[in-house]
């Protein structure tokens, strides 16, 4: 489950990252999703699309998500990622803000990704690390010359991610955990 920004869209960051990853996941038959807010930049809207869209994915058979967010879509995926606790397998986050991201301990055993860029002047990568220290976990990735677009580690990200998320959701289909109820 792909989230966007506080101004919406659904093609990701770094140059259109949910596009291209939704295309390596299918041939890998690993659904996704990608998120267009009703109402851009309100959390708790944006938290009851993310859960409209996960509901629509359990009544088609999925099992287990790894939620993603760019920004302030960052926030939401962490929310989401609590709210379906042991359904969730993962949670990226994107240049995240922290704000929205006070529960982030809350995450338990779920893992978590950070990846910010280390020249983001619209967020820096403090807020980053501020949500890993309030989850009291997590790996934190500061790629190396990349803005809030996070444009100049798109080669990296699509790497990292392209293993990352579905090595999460092996894990979890692993664990013995039970399937949401349909």
Not at 142 to 163: I, K, V
């Amino acid at each position: 489950l792909m989230c966007g920004g506080a101004m919406g869209g659904v093609l990701g960051p770094a140059e259109g990252l949910y596009f291209d990853l939704a295309e390596t996941y299918a041939k890998a038959g690993i659904g996704t999703v990608r998120v267009g807010y009703r109402k851009p930049n309100d959390l708790g809207m944006c938290m009851h699309d993310l859960a409209a869209a996960a509901d629509l994915c359990t009544r088609s058979g999925a099992t287990r998500f790894v939620t993603m967010g760019h920004s302030f879509g960052g926030a939401v995926a962490l929310n989401a990622g609590i709210a379906f606790r042991d359904h969730c397998a993962g949670i990226v986050l994107l240049s995240t803000q922290s704000a929205g991201c006070e529960a982030a301990e809350q995450i338990g055993t779920t893992p978590l990704l950070l990846l910010h860029g280390d020249h983001d002047q619209i967020l820096p990568h403090m807020a980053s690390e501020m949500v890993r220290m309030l989850a009291g976990k997590g790996e934190l990735v500061l790629l190396d010359g990349a803005g809030h677009l996070l444009t100049e580690a798109a080669a990296e990200l699509r790497e990292r991610l392209g293993q990352w998320i579905p090595s999460k959701l092996s894990d979890h289909a692993d664990s013995g955990l039970p399937a949401p109820p349909s």
